[in-house]
């Protein structure tokens, strides 16, 4: 719609005679770098698109007026890009051989107006397109299977070594022949192919080291090119492999413990919402929190008993390096057979190995989501929540805490390493006619598979006596009793106990920690430490694969009519294999012969359930005395190697920290195996599911060109069918087991649907002179929901409430219900003009706006039950929100993109001291609404979407020289909705600012030096609640800074 972005991606290979020349129906033009369009994504992915066997470089002698190299080579072929698409469609192109100004394709992407990117480790990784995620990815035309979006459809690139593109496409408005295109949009990855390259031999390569000023890593990356043209036949293959060490460090509330809503009244017959004196209140059972006022305590001292706070389980901060290992190939060859026949292969080849190593720390309540601080600093919103319980309803005065002031609970270091392996390989055979003729055709098959496994192993120490876990603290197994930690702190939540006061002020943009010496001196002595809990979870194994066939034909009947017709049958499958390990405790000591299976082992866990035990005593009476699963250890224990060391944490206030080094844990079974022998694989049937979806479409499009009232006007309309064959197998939740392990698996149910669309498109394009452009487009557009959607189901969570010394229960205290198979796929109606103004060769002004009517989406729904039992298989009648994807009603999306490239030797007017300069920048306006309002009674946006996003670039370009910076603005956007189950509790994200840079200097035309830094300003993210000052937590990223040499012969 808008100008495309100057971004431009690595390439390894030569730079490309970009040059235009006819794509399908004989009506459109594309550049060379492969077609742009959805017809020639079809029908024709070859550069030269009609005429195979022209060579590159014969083309590039035709016009060699026009080849530019660098960055405003790369403007310029982006804007001829957009100038000659069939639909409404911006582009990012590689500037030259291994010239990146963005890290990632991602962060190309997020120059590109209607792009919005959220960041892994700092890195750009997941996109969503005008405000949604379910955006659709092709390889060079077709359907693309990635290893991160196995069980999605939103596209996450941070797999995939952008080294290896010669640019994307991103296609906002379809087209009949785009047969998988996603509700706002379709990016389109184009590799290299070799009659891209000129006749002979081609080689290229670059080598780079990347520094991150936190990390303090030297890290290589690598990527090269060997290529081939002959007259008739080419061959190449391109290569890339880095091994990066990324910081993504945290502080502030536990994200993924969520939070809960208290308020100061006692809980009485007349008044069953006040909940002061119930178990999670504000610490009836210990020690009172404070003044009595009427019929409550007021806690913050404004004089009455009337208000509501939220109430995060603990706060955490964490130091993780993210370490990621990637290779990647392409590998393409093409034969010209005949005239008439040319033949396109492609294999295209990635694998990543991440190891996420977290050292940190967190503050926990003793009691879950119990109230148990008093504010040191709060202020009234303005706002009232409205709580029901018993018939009885009751408006509470709604106030953010800024100052935490608690007596200790709970204060733990911890270690965690997610391994994540992944790898995907997808390939591509074409046959194409052409004759030169008015009938062309072509048949196209697709294979691709891929897999991606995650192993995650944690381990905890506290300085703590223990005294909350087991009475006195002693442990007991069968060599005898064993205190946990003798001279440890006492968590002093107990009443009458001393107080240790501990504060977290969030007052400033990071919190502050302040707690009392007598930990503060603990935590300097590695014997202060005692191993508490270990446990592996939450890991999986996913597989898929997809398989395509596709044909198309086209004929054109006279040089302004032609017709585009096809048909293409797909199918996917996908198999999610969701586990935690347990190990078997006390074989042979035990209720059960081979041992109690346990997933958290851990001092706080006694082994004293009636499915199976383990202990002294008769079970059932007062003399049994149950074992403690988890073993003791001090950290300065040999066992551990002297693995356990000293971190500075990102929190202020924090000492030195003694934390197992992460990195031990690499092979997560062994880890957890060198302690607790035995581990197996328990199956979470609530996020297991297998999925097979088959797909059989079909399309016609009139394609014409002519003049209307003596304008020209060009474009398409045609309908697409498409019949969709979901098989959706879920795991049936059995019933509840012991010791954290995953509920049995009860069964599968298997659920068949089919359902058909009928999608038109429409693009027009009025040329009202050679350089002013008006589009016009209309479609309907369909895209599957993200698999698990219909597959997941309920997934109960607990925790473990420790109030009772001796006699913890896990207590379940939410959920999620991951799947519905009944849910309806994503369907939206699109609207949208533009109006383009060509400048010169690489200069372009444009202005669009674009609306959305989304008829059916998929939102975060809450489901409030009282059903569920805990963890041992009592039904207590907690009451719990289940979160769950619900069926939305149907919302709106609608902005304006407007876009501004310059490159200032267009204008003859500019100074020749200026020429050498140009700009990039865009714009994008794209309010929306959900339909939810949040507790400041706003309306809610379209989660992941943000307002207004912003880019500025500018650039300098001589024959030697090259420079670049850019800006990226977003607004906020949402996060997540109704966090911890707290309805229009929603979680926003503030505006972030990141500014790149990159410089090069081409000594001779095959040796290029560069230098380039990204977030140069130390950009972090930061997250609130509904309101600014109710702070959540912050993802601190680093500066990364990356230095290389490019040679080409």
């Keep these: 719609m808008v100008a495309a972005s100057v971004t431009a991606l690595v390439s390894s290979g030569t730079a490309l005679a970009q040059q235009t020349s006819t794509t399908q129906g004989v009506l459109q033009n594309a550049p060379t770098d492969q077609a742009a369009s959805p017809s020639a994504a079809a029908a024709d992915q070859t550069s030269e698109a009609q005429n195979p066997t022209t060579p590159a470089s014969d083309a590039a002698a035709e016009t060699q007026d026009i080849v530019v190299t660098g960055i405003r080579g790369s403007q310029q072929r982006a804007v001829n890009l957009k100038r000659d698409a069939a639909s409404v469609t911006d582009s990012i192109s590689a500037e030259d051989i291994g010239k990146l100004p963005d890290v990632t394709i991602s962060d190309s992407l997020q120059r590109i107006p209607g792009v919005q990117i959220r960041r892994d480790a700092g890195e750009g990784a997941a996109i969503n397109i005008r405000g949604l995620p379910q955006v659709t990815t092709l390889l060079n035309g077709e359907a693309y299977l990635g290893a991160q979006s196995i069980t999605t459809i939103q596209p996450n690139f941070n797999d995939i070594p952008s080294q290896l593109f010669a640019g994307a496409d991103v296609i906002k408005s379809s087209t009949a022949d785009l047969l998988n295109a996603g509700i706002t949009g379709t ?61 993504n460090s945290h502080n502030g509330i536990q994200e993924s413990y969520g939070a809960a809503l208290h308020n100061e009244q006692f809980n009485t017959a007349a008044n069953p919402t006040g909940d002061v004196n ?56 093409q034969w010209e057979i005949s005239d008439a026949l040319t033949l396109n292969a492609d294999a295209f080849f990635t694998r990543q190995n991440e190891n996420d190593r977290t050292a940190g720390i967190q503050m926990q309540n003793v009691n879950w989501q119990a109230g148990e601080f008093v504010p040191g600093q709060s202020r009234n919103t303005g706002s009232t929540v409205s709580l029901s319980n018993g018939g009885v309803t009751r408006d509470y005065d709604l106030n953010t805490t800024q100052v935490y002031n608690y007596d200790l609970g709970n204060f733990d270091s911890y270690a965690q390493n997610d391994k994540f392996k992944s790898q995907s390989q997808n390939y591509n055979a074409e046959l194409k006619y052409d004759n030169g003729g008015r009938f062309k055709a072509s048949l196209r098959g697709v294979y691709g598979k891929a897999y991606s496994n995650y192993d995650q192993s944690y381990l905890q120490f506290s300085p703590s006596n223990g005294a909350q876990w087991q009475p006195g603290g002693i442990g007991h197994y069968p060599t005898g009793d064993v205190a946990f930690n003798s001279g440890g702190y006492a968590v002093n939540t107990i009443a009458g106990s001393a107080s240790l006061p501990a504060t977290v002020d969030f007052t400033g943009n990071q919190p502050v920690f302040t707690l009392p010496s007598q930990l503060t001196t603990a935590l300097g002595n590695i014997d202060s430490y005692t191993m508490k809990t270990t446990s592996s979870e939450g890991n999986y194994r ?20 032609s017709l585009s017709a096809g048909g293409r049958y797909s199918e996917r499958s996908v198999d999610d294999f969701e586990f935690d390990r347990a190990a078997p405790l006390y074989a042979g000591q035990a209720s059960q012969p081979g041992g109690c299976l346990v997933k958290w082992k851990a001092f706080d866990v006694p082994l004293n359930d009636a499915s199976c035990y383990a202990g002294t005593g008769t079970f059932g009476t007062a003399s049994f005395r149950p074992y403690t699963s988890g073993v003791v250890r001090k950290a300065s224990d040999p066992i551990f190697n002297g693995q356990v060391k000293q971190f500075n944490l990102p929190g202020a206030g924090l000492p030195p920290i003694y934390v197992l080094d992460p990195k031990v844990m690499d092979n997560a079974l062994a880890f957890q195996n060198s302690f607790y022998p035995g581990n197996v694989e328990i199956q979470n049937p609530g996020a297991s599911f297998n999925v097979g979806v088959k797909q059989i479409s079909g399309y016609a499009q009139l394609n014409v060109k002519g003049d209307v009232f003596g304008i020209p006007v060009s474009g398409n309309a045609g309908l697409k069918v498409i019949n969709t064959k979901l098989d959706i197998t879920q795991f049936v939740t059995g019933s509840p087991r012991p010791y954290g392990v995953a509920n049995t698996v009860n069964g599968t149910v298997e659920t068949k649907r089919s359902f058909t669309d009928f999608l038109p498109a429409f693009n027009l394009a009025f040329n009202f002179a050679d350089n002013l452009k008006l589009r016009l487009a209309y479609s309907k557009t369909m895209t599957l929901l993200d698999l698990n959607q219909w597959g997941g ?18 207590r379940v205290t939410g959920g999620s219900s991951n799947g519905n198979p009944q849910l309806d796929p994503w369907r939206a109606t699109n609207v ?64 304006v993109e407007a876009g501004a490239k310059l490159s200032f030797n267009d204008f003859g007017f500019i100074p020749t001291v200026l020429s050498n300069f140009g700009i990039d920048a865009n714009i994008t306006y794209s309010p929306s609404d959900s339909g939810a309002v949040d507790l400041k009674g706003d309306s809610i946006p379209f989660q992941d979407n943000s307002k207004i996003q912003t880019n500025l670039a500018g650039f300098y370009q001589d024959n030697h020289f090259q420079a670049r910076v850019a800006w990226n603005y977003r607004s906020k956007r949402a996060v997540q909705q109704d966090f911890g189950g707290i309805q229009g509790l929603e979680l926003y994200q503030q505006p972030t600012n990141y500014i790149d840079a990159s410089i090069s200097y081409d000594f001779t035309p095959n040796l290029t030096l560069y230098a380039q830094g990204s977030n140069l300003t130390g950009e972090y993210e930061k997250y609130y609640l509904t309101f600014p000052d109710e702070k959540a937590y912050n993802n601190i990223y680093e500066r990364r800074f990356m230095a290389g040499a490019r040679f080409k012969f």
Excluded: C, M
């Excluded at 955490?316 to 290779?327: F, L, P, S």
């Design 793 to 810: 189901g309920l997934n109960p969570n607990y925790a473990i409430d420790t109030s009772n010394p001796g006699s913890p229960v896990f």
């Design 542 to 561: 996913r597989k898929g694969d997809l398989k395509i066939i596709r044909g198309d034909v086209s004929y054109e009947a006279n040089d302004n009519v």
């Design 832 to 895: 949208e003009g533009s109006l383009e103004y060509y400048i010169g060769r690489s200069s372009l002004l444009s202005v669009g706006a674009f609306y959305i009517d989304v008829a059916s989406f998929i939102q975060s729904g809450n489901i409030v039950r009282t059903d569920l039992p805990d963890n041992d298989g009592v039904v207590r009648n907690r009451t719990v929100s289940i979160s769950t994807p619900v069926q939305g009603d149907g919302g709106t999306l609608k902005g």
């Design 187 to 247: 990016v389109n990855l184009r590799t290299r192919r070799p009659f891209d390259l000129k006749k002979g031999f081609t080689v290229a390569a670059a080598a780079e080291g990347a520094y991150g000023d936190k990390t303090k890593e030297f890290d290589p990356n690598l990527n090269g090119l060997f290529g081939f043209r002959g007259d008739k036949f080419g061959f190449l293959v391109s290569g890339a492999y880095s091994n990066l060490h990324l910081s």
């Design 278 to 333: 119930l178990s999670n209140g504000f610490s009836p059972a210990n020690r009172p929190k404070g003044t009595i006022v009427g019929t409550g305590r007021d806690v913050n001292g404004d004089g009455d008993a009337n208000d509501a706070f939220i109430v995060p389980q603990g706060f955490t901060a964490w130091d993780k390096v993210n370490q990621r290992e990637r290779i990647g190939i392409n590998a393409s060859a």
